[in-house]
Structure formats: structure tokens, C-alpha cells
């Protein structure tokens, strides 16, 4: 389980983490791989995730633009289906249908692109560029705009 945390345009996320000693001693154990757009965090479980993040809260509503978890490869959900994952109020599958597209050019999140049910992430390169990272991400049904 990885935990991402995207940062906002002007912050390098690592370097504001590690500055301080009160997060490089809640992250000593973890290593985060440091990305051109925040941090990866791999931890063992959905509950250990939840919990670093808690840990981190101080940090994330100051200096992280969105929190990610990435349960497997390439797969990544909010924080409020990590939540019903974990109190197993949510048991995702494929197809999901509540999904977005985080768009991020060079090192910050400038888009979100809400997803209709059944379309695929190439359905909407009009509103993208080569060079971006595109994330797909589940959401809760409480997280997805209304119609």
C-alpha cells in the first residue's frame, strides 16, 4: 500500500518534510520516495496508511494539495474510499464507476477531470497535454459531482 501526497504549485514536499524534526522522526521508518510532483509512501497495510496520514494531518492541511493511496499498481483512491474501504463500507471493483483524472504538469496538480461511467482515460487527452501525469483515481459516491 503507497501512500501519495501531491503538492501544491510552489512547495517541494520532500524538503519541507524532512526539514522538520517532527516529521522526519513520524517518517523515519518509511523512506518516502521523493516524485517531481510530492511523495510516495509505502506502508504495509490500508490501516497503517490511514494512520501515518492522520500522523501527518498538521503537515497534509498546510503543505499537500491531495492525499492519494495506491492499494496496487496503477491504482490509486481518495481518501474518503480509503476510509469506507477500510471500515468496509466500500468493497471497490472494476469497473468503478465514480472516477477523476488528476492532471499534474511538472511538479503540481493543475486539473481534475471528473470521468464519466464507462470511458477510459484516453477519452479525454483533448483536455490534457503529451507531457502530463495523468492519474486515474476512485472516489466515494459522496466525492463525485452531481450530475
Given amino acids: 500500500m503507497n501512500v501519495l501526497l501531491?503538492?501544491?504549485?510552489?512547495?517541494?514536499?520532500?524538503?519541507?518534510?524532512?526539514?522538520?524534526?517532527?516529521?522526519?522522526?513520524?517518517?523515519?521508518?518509511?523512506?518516502p520516495d521523493r516524485l517531481a510532483y510530492g511523495i510516495r509512501i509505502r506502508t504495509a497495510s490500508l490501516g497503517s496508511a490511514l494512520a501515518l496520514v492522520s500522523e501527518l494531518r498538521w503537515y497534509i492541511q498546510r503543505y499537500v494539495e491531495e492525499v492519494l493511496f495506491e492499494p496496487g499498481e496503477g491504482i490509486f483512491c481518495s481518501f474518503g474510499l480509503a476510509r469506507q474501504i477500510y471500515e468496509r463500507d466500500a468493497k471497490p471493483a472494476s469497473p468503478w464507476?465514480?472516477?477523476?483524472?488528476?492532471r499534474i504538469a511538472g511538479d503540481h496538480m493543475v486539473d481534475t477531470i471528473w470521468m464519466d461511467e464507462g470511458t477510459a482515460p484516453e477519452t479525454y487527452a483533448d483536455r490534457t497535454e503529451p507531457e502530463d501525469t495523468l492519474l486515474e483515481v476512485w472516489c466515494a459516491e459522496e466525492e463525485y459531482p452531481a450530475g
Avoid: H
Wanted: proline fraction near 3%; charge should be positive; aromatic fraction near 16%.
Fill in 6 to 31: 501531491i503538492q501544491p504549485e510552489g512547495v517541494d514536499l520532500y524538503a519541507t518534510l524532512l526539514k522538520s524534526e517532527t516529521s522526519r522522526g513520524v517518517l523515519r521508518f518509511y523512506q
Fill in 97 to 102: 464507476r465514480y472516477r477523476c483524472l488528476y
